[in-house]
């Protein structure tokens, strides 16, 4: 198992520490799940390379999206 050592301001580490006590883990085990649902909350680098690479000459455009759905059903008042 790694050992990490992290440096927190004062007001970070007062939050963690609120957090710690509340959720009655160690802060170990705290801290490597507050990590690992951070890795997994975002995006990969890679996939994020791709955004904006998509040209607007690559797109179908919105009418050929919609052709043969026929129109829309009646919607009702609010």
Known sequence: MAQVTIY???K???LMKKHVQASG???SKWVAEAV???VLSEWPADVL???GSW???DLPKEADLRSGYG???AREEL
Do not use: F, M
Request: charged share 50%; hydrophobic share 30%.
């Open 36 to 38: 690992r649902k951070r």
């Open 25 to 27: 883990e160690s802060t």
């Open 55 to 57: 040209k607007e000459v």
């Open 12 to 14: 970070t580490e007062q």
């Open 71 to 73: 129109a829309d059903a």
């Open 49 to 51: 390379s791709l955004l």
């Open 8 to 10: 927190l301001d004062e």
